[in-house]
């Protein structure tokens, strides 16, 4: 008898840890971040700007997040009622058995490939993960409850993002372009229209108002006076592309982050892509998290706050942008200065001041230091698959202040307008870490709202 009651003892115990086994593989943060990238590979495959992408990242990262809030409300805060226009997200079922991690990442994959993408195009990657869930046992009432779980949640999300103006935007009008000095018209090689020159006109997360932070006036064009201001930012932009050192060349290619660098060889040209810069940020969150040993909780909510961060730092900098319609220096250099000048990277299609990839840098890196703290360490490892050697940072905002000298190294912007734009960058960023309240046990590190 008693030895009966062991070997029932022993079964139950084999079957026990069998039944939890599947949590070692869907439960591990890698996973999730491994989710971000296969997203960021398909919003690079799709040709989505930096700034729809941006959109993407978020609504996914966002779905993810309150999926875990809900699953363990005693640590973190729902973003309902906090970020505009979410008002209610729908709790678990009482009494049901729900994986709020494998619900997460099936969210994620839904609002992925929903917000924007084709139909379908991150499907096959969320049925691995069904399969992954069941070749490691995972009972069959909690893999029906967090699938059904994510697809309500999704759903709340995704009609949530329906109301944010991205169909509206879709056909609005077309920028004008007035080639007059100083203002914005298209570049070589592919001189392409401006790119979505209505985003400020997109739902913000955490700002009231898309010029809740506003910028100061550009520098006022004259090129007629070699003393002015202007004139000498030009110069300096001319000057430092010209003498560029194998240091500052890779800065500006390890930040270039062009998602459709347009190549012209003879008469054939091609493409070639990237990740986008909010592309880059993310993962730069998974690699913070994985060097902080973060579990699945810490690195969703990493992700949804550097998201939202990152889409409101687009559409405030994208309100200056089509508030001055500033040139760009390769313009204004072929006018006045030297007609065959190129600059170091090839200038994206929109107005110069203020800088995206450094308004949005700067606002991830407040995101990011709240999360993981100041001084954090770190080695980018990102650009790595496109051939692009790693940089080693002292934290985030370290990051982010080079980042600033990469676009000027790039020749894309004025160095002035990037110093600018990391300010504003930070004060976005520092908007969105003291007005949300996410993980319980959370300090704000940056300085209070005034």
């Known amino acids: ?102 619900a997460a990442l099936l969210a994620y994959c839904k609002l992925g490939q929903a917000v924007t993408f084709p139909e379908g195009s991150m499907q096959e990657y969320a049925d691995s993960l069904k399969k992954l869930a069941k070749e490691h046992d995972m009972p069959s009432d909690v893999f029906d409850n967090s699938v059904s779980y994510a697809n309500a949640v999704a759903d709340v999300i995704m009609n949530w993002s329906k109301l944010d103006n991205y169909a509206i935007t879709r056909s609005a009008v077309k920028y004008e372009v007035i080639d007059t000095p100083g203002r914005w018209i298209p570049t070589p090689p592919a001189y392409t229209q401006a790119m979505e020159p209505h985003w400020r006109e997109i739902r913000p997360m955490v700002l009231k108002t898309a010029d809740e932070v506003d910028a100061p006036p550009p520098l006022e064009f004259n090129m007629k006076d070699s003393l002015s201001s202007y004139c000498k930012e030009v110069m300096k932009v001319k000057t430092a592309v010209e003498n560029l050192t194998e240091e500052q060349k890779h800065i500006a290619e390890f930040w270039d982050d062009n998602p459709f660098k347009v190549n012209v060889l003879g008469h054939l040209t091609f493409s070639t892509k990237k990740f986008s810069p909010p592309g880059h940020w993310e993962g730069i969150v998974g690699i913070a998290a994985k060097k902080a040993n973060a579990d699945f909780g810490t690195t969703v909510y990493a992700y949804a706050k550097t998201s939202i961060a ?92 080079e980042n600033n000298w990469a676009r000027f190294y790039g020749g894309i912007h004025f160095h002035q307008s990037c110093i600018v734009s990391t300010e504003l960058g930070r004060k976005v960023g520092e908007l969105v870490v003291n007005r949300l309240k996410m993980k319980k046990t959370e300090t704000n590190t940056t300085i209070a709202e005034k």
Not at 22 to 47: A, C, Q, W
Not at 314 to 319: A, D, P, V, Y
Request: proline share 6%.
């Open 1 to 102: 008898m008693k030895k009966m009651l062991f070997l029932l003892c022993c079964a139950a115990f084999l079957f026990s840890c069998k039944q939890k086994d599947y949590k070692k593989i869907i439960h591990d943060p890698i996973l999730f971040s491994n989710t971000v990238h296969e997203l960021n590979r398909v919003v690079m495959g799709n040709n989505f700007s930096p700034i729809v992408a941006s959109r993407n990242y978020l609504y996914a990262s966002v779905a993810a997040y309150e999926i875990i809030a809900a699953g363990y409300p005693s640590e973190y805060h729902s973003l309902a009622g906090q970020l505009n226009g979410l008002t209610d997200v729908p709790a678990p079922p009482a009494g049901a058995s729900i994986d709020f991690e494998f």
């Open 310 to 401: 990152l889409f409101d730092a687009f559409i405030q900098c994208w309100n200056i942008k089509f508030k001055y319609n500033t040139a760009r220096p390769e313009t204004v250099i072929n006018k006045f200065l030297d007609a065959k000048w190129q600059p170091y990277l090839q200038t994206p299609p929109f107005p110069e001041y203020t800088c995206g990839h450094s308004t949005c840098s700067s606002a991830a890196a407040e995101a990011l230091t709240s999360v993981f703290g100041d001084n954090f360490s770190y080695t980018d490892t990102t650009e790595l698959e496109f051939g692009i050697k790693s940089r080693s940072y002292k934290s985030f905002r370290h990051a982010a202040e």
